[in-house]
């Protein structure tokens, strides 16, 4: 579910602390409660992946605000 994560970020990245920690506590929550893994190991694992699929999409939504207001400035 990559592209959820990315995805995520893309539309949260203005609040980045918010939609980290969000995808940080949520996602493995989600992935319990879905059955896809059981509470260990592997899940700290699975939010860290999250965590740096958020960052990705976050890092393009502030990459886009920061040309937007070059652009304004200019």
Request: aromatic residues 6%; charged residues 10%; glycine residues 12%.
């Given at each position: ?10 539309l ?9 920690i969000?995808?940080?506590?949520g ?9 896809v ?6 899940l ?8 740096l ?22």
């Amino acid at each position: 579910m990559i592209p959820a994560l990315i995805v995520f970020g893309l539309l949260f990245g203005r609040w980045w602390r918010s939609a980290l920690i969000v995808a940080a506590l949520g996602w493995p929550v989600l992935l319990v409660v879905d059955g896809v893994q059981q509470v260990g190991p592997g899940l700290l694992a699975a939010a860290g992946l999250a965590v740096l699929n958020t960052a990705a999409g976050v890092l393009i939504h502030q990459g886009v605000l920061l040309l937007i207001r070059r652009r304004r400035t200019s």
